[in-house]
Structure formats: C-alpha cells, structure tokens
C-alpha cells in the first residue's frame, strides 16, 4: 500500500473477509482499533477485531496488514489468537464513533457522524482517520432528512480527549510524539503507580520499544504489572536480544511460563538467546538481521534495507547464506554493505559482491573481543556463526554500547537536558 492510496470509508470495511498471504481465509472484519489524540487532531488507527472462525475476536495491528482493497484484507499471515481486550486509550470505530452526535466547529451546530474515513500517510505505514461524513439535522443515522457532506477530522469536536486530565489516555496523548527513548526517560521520572499506569495503557508495539530503553529495575517492575498473556504479547514484539535480557532476569519459573504463552517461533529465538552468557556474541546478538540467498539481487537486498522497522545498524549490511533464510542458516557465505548496493546495478547477484574475507564471530566470544572487532574494522554490525558454518544472528554496535556504558547512563545530563529535543 503505497503513498497516496485512496481514502476508505469504514462502513466499506464491516464484514470483508480477511485473508493470509496464501488465499486461506482467516475471519472477518469485526471492527476497527483507533487512538484519540488531544485536541483535535486526526486518530492513530491501530489495527483491526477480526473475528475469526471460532467466533473468537483477535487484533491484527495496521503493520501486519498488507493489502486493504477490493472488499478484502489482506494480511502478512501472523495472527495472534488471543481474545481481543480494548484499553483505555482505544476506540472502536464502527462501535463507538457512528452513528454519534458531534459539532461543526465553524458554525456550531450538531451533525450525526454517519461515516469516517482512513488513509494512509505518505511515505509511512502508520494510518490515520482524516475525514468525517455527517448529518445535518436531529434525525439519526437512519433518518434520510438533512444535508449530508464531508469535512476534514478538524472540522468536528465531541470525539477528541479534552487537553486537560489526570487519566493515562491524556498523560499518553502528551507523550504520543516522543521517541521510545525520551518517553522511556519520561516514564522512568514518574512514580510508580504512574509509571505502571501509562505503560499498560501503551500499544504492544510502543510499550516494546519502550522497555527496550528502560532500566533493569523499570523493565521489570513493568513487564511484573501485567496480565502474564498481555507481557507474553509484549515480549514478542521486542527484539529477540532485548526480550531475552529481559527474562534473564526473573526468576527461572516466571522465564518459563512466559516463554510458554509466546508465540512458538518467537520462544524459540528467544530461549536460544538465553542459552549463551550474556556478555558474548551470542547473548548480544539479534536473531533477526537481514538474510538473503546467493540469487537475490542488488534490488531484492535494497528493498529490504528500506523496511521502517530496522535500525540503522541492522540496515548497514546484509548477510548472504545458503537455505533456510531464518537463524540458524544454511552456510553463511559473506557480507555484502549498504554502500556496495549502491554503487552496483540493480540485477546484480549478491553472490558477487559478498565479502567473505572478514572473519565471523564465533558465539562464544567475549565482550571485549566484539568491541574490539567493531573497531577494528569500522563496522557497525558483525555476524554470529556458529561451528558448522550456520548464521545464528549478529551483534550491533548498540547492543555493544548498551553493555558498555554504566548501569545509570539513562540518568545523566546529556540524556535528560540534551538528547530528548531533536526529532
């Protein structure tokens, strides 16, 4: 779905069926998920309730639906199947925001909201609610008389959060633009009942970035908090690395029982993780870096460093190995970097251009010695290999960062004063 898609009504939306990548129908649309923000700027919409097979309501999130035309949605496949819970900052769209009387704010007179609609902005995968059609008149939602038109989300006010409040909806309205670590900073400063308050209120995909930014002590205090199937949910949308130094530090029984409610694949990454030391290769590595296959093209390896969800680090360079494509891989054959893509042809194999004289990691090797590999040859990201020869992930100059500054790094000047103003 790319920039400029049409604007959909969501009435359009109640019903369609709902698809995985492969044409297997997966349920139907229930509703649809959207976060109010203060004043009167247009709604996050988060995600959809589809009601799958069982009759049983799920979320999909926006980020894993791929297609959203021709009276169907389609989906990257990955489902989760526990029962959907709206939270306080949420809004169901066809339940909640039809069919409801609001104000035009030009002329202040009453209007019945007979529809929105969504659209996705430009050059991002998030979606918006940016128009609404309404009413004239006192006649409800099945009345034919009155003036019908649409007006820009702007327009109206009765849905918004008023500006000032104490509940965590407002707190997280104030927050919504910060950076993951600058509202980690901000949480970390209130207490704890606050803390633990705004942190449930967060989506799954925030309050994991989020974590991953905070203190050992807040991480836990956190993820201890909430329902054991919501941190399950939580902990799979971290990275596996992060999830990982997460659980290595409660106690072994609460480890187990989470790893138990997550997802299979996740639990597994994660559990490999939490087999090495944590001040090694591989207990910094991610299990998650960009792999391909020696016929993969300059152009397949670009599309794949453009995705949103990467780091910096992680899009730097890619990994050529043999099948399987997911960690562990068949044999690792060499790196190709950011900059080699982009001073060669599109239909280029990558086969041709890997670098396979610098030397992997092993999985087992110490702190100091990946810091000093990094350095060493300027790198910014290193594979993990194990003895076979299989990729298993790789480490990031981040997560080398992370173990080396001190444990109250978060607390000091330059993150309070100096680095939470820049966008």
């Known amino acids: 779905m790319a920039a400029g898609a049409p604007r959909i009504f969501v009435s359009h939306l109640a019903g369609v069926p709902v698809f995985d990548p492969v044409g297997d129908q997966v349920g139907r649309v229930s ?70 009387r609001v104000t035009l704010v030009e002329s202040g007179e009453e209007v019945t909201v007979l529809d929105v609609s969504i659209q996705q902005l430009p050059a991002r995968r998030d979606w918006e609610i940016d128009r609404v059609f309404v009413r004239k008149g006192k006649g409800g939602v099945l009345s034919r008389k009155g003036e019908t038109l649409t007006v820009e989300w702007s327009a109206v006010t009765g849905f918004s959060l008023e500006e000032h409040g104490q509940g965590a909806e407002n707190l997280l ?12 900073n901000a949480l970390h400063h209130l207490s704890p009942k606050r803390r633990v308050e705004v942190a449930a209120a967060l989506d799954d995909d925030r309050l994991a970035d989020v974590l991953e930014e905070l203190p050992e002590d807040d991480q836990i205090e956190i993820i201890g908090k909430l329902k054991e199937e919501r941190a399950a949910d939580v902990l799979e949308a ?10 290595s530090e409660l106690p072994e029984e609460d480890q187990e029982r989470l790893l138990t409610l997550m997802q299979p694949d996740d639990a597994a990454d994660v559990r490999r993780l939490l087999a090495y030391e944590e001040r090694t ?47 562990p891989t068949g044999k690792y054959l060499g790196t190709v970097h950011f900059q080699r893509l982009l001073r060669d042809p599109p239909f280029t194999l990558v086969s041709s251009l890997v670098d396979s004289d610098l030397p992997p990691l092993g999985p087992d090797t110490p702190l100091p010695a990946v810091t000093s590999y990094l350095a060493a040859y300027n790198m910014v990201a290193a594979p993990v290999v194990d003895e076979s020869g299989s990729l298993l992930g790789a480490v990031t100059v981040d997560d080398v960062l992370d173990h080396l500054l001190p444990d109250d790094w978060r607390e000091t000047e330059f993150h309070e004063e100096g680095a939470g103003h820049g966008r």
């Not at 093209?297 to 780091?311: E, F, H």
């Open 173 to 184: 309205a104030t927050f919504e633009k910060l950076r993951p670590a600058d509202l980690a």
């Open 281 to 327: 290769a591989g207990g910094l590595m991610t299990t998650e870096p960009i792999v391909l296959r020696p016929d993969a093209t300059v152009a397949d390896a670009l599309a794949r460093v453009r995705q949103q969800d990467l780091s910096p680090a992680l899009a730097a360079q890619v990994y050529v190995c043999r099948p399987p494509d997911e960690t």
């Open 31 to 100: 509703d649809l998920v959207a976060m109010l923000r203060v004043g009167r700027r247009p709604p996050r919409l988060l995600g959809m309730v589809v009601e799958v097979l069982s009759r049983r309501r799920v979320f999909v999130p926006m980020t894993r639906i791929t297609g959203l035309a021709s009276g169907q949605v389609i989906t990257t496949g990955v489902v989760n199947m526990r029962r959907f819970e709206r939270r306080p900052t949420e809004r169901l769209v066809l339940g909640e925001l039809l069919d409801r």
């Open 238 to 247: 971290m990275d596996p690395d992060d999830a990982a130094d997460l659980l």
